[in-house]
């Protein structure tokens, strides 16, 4: 059996868990047919031959713990967590150049996403899984597309990279 941690509308396994149905019922699409946290997982010990968790841990408070869970239940994990949980808001412009030429600095602030808790370092949970008893343990980069209508120059603003983790 497959089992998908925090699917919200993603219909992928066979059993859908997320700790929450109404914000995507709101939108129409929930597919979850169990809720329960991740911290908390109601299963038995290597119950579930595959589990996946896509853009999950960094919405999760105590993530050390559901990732513990997460590798009590299953026997192949795949893991995927954004490279940037920044995104940049604010820009600091300068205009006290003399001549009276508006000089524009662009240093980034970056601020936290309001969803986004934590920011993560890969070979940190590649460690954890390890300590976890699993052997082989992989990863890679993946970007998901941008829009057609975004015209090619602003690409760079529109790219999400993720890390994505596999351990067996």
Same mark, same amino acid.
């Given at each position: 059996?497959?089992?998908? +941690? &925090?699917?919200? $509308?993603?219909?992928?396994?066979? +059993?859908r868990v997320d700790v929450s149905r109404h914000y995507w019922t709101a939108k129409? /699409?929930? !597919?979850?047919?169990?809720?329960?946290?991740? #911290? =908390?997982?109601?299963?038995?010990?290597? $119950?579930? $031959?595959?589990?996946? @968790?896509?853009?999950?841990?960094?919405?999760?408070?105590?993530?050390?713990?559901?990732?513990?869970?997460?590798? #009590? +239940?299953?026997?192949?994990?795949?893991? @995927?967590?954004?490279?940037?949980? %920044?995104?940049?808001?604010?820009?600091?412009?300068?205009?006290?150049?003399?001549?009276?030429?508006? =000089?524009?600095?662009?240093? #980034?602030?970056?601020?936290?996403? #309001?969803?986004?808790?934590?920011?993560?370092?890969? /070979?940190?949970?590649?460690?954890?899984? /390890?300590? $976890? &008893?699993? /052997?082989?343990?992989?990863?890679?980069? +993946?970007? %998901?597309?941008f829009p057609n209508f975004v015209p090619y120059r602003l690409k760079e603003k =529109?790219?999400?990279? !993720?890390?994505?983790?596999?351990? !067996?």
């Amino acid at each position: 059996m497959k089992l998908n +941690v &925090g699917c919200g $509308s993603d219909s992928w396994g066979d +059993v859908r868990v997320d700790v929450s149905r109404h914000y995507w019922t709101a939108k129409g /699409r929930s !597919s979850a047919n169990l809720l329960a946290d991740a #911290r =908390f997982l109601p299963f038995r010990e290597k $119950s579930f $031959s595959e589990l996946r @968790t896509y853009e999950v841990l960094e919405h999760i408070i105590d993530w050390k713990k559901a990732l513990d869970e997460c590798c #009590r +239940v299953s026997e192949k994990i795949s893991i @995927t967590v954004p490279i940037n949980s %920044y995104i940049p808001r604010n820009e600091l412009f300068l205009f006290f150049i003399p001549g009276s030429f508006p =000089f524009r600095n662009l240093w #980034r602030l970056p601020q936290r996403t #309001r969803e986004h808790i934590w920011q993560f370092n890969v /070979r940190k949970i590649e460690c954890m899984l /390890r300590k $976890s &008893g699993f /052997r082989n343990v992989s990863r890679e980069v +993946v970007h %998901y597309p941008f829009p057609n209508f975004v015209p090619y120059r602003l690409k760079e603003k =529109f790219l999400r990279y !993720s890390w994505k983790i596999v351990a !067996s």
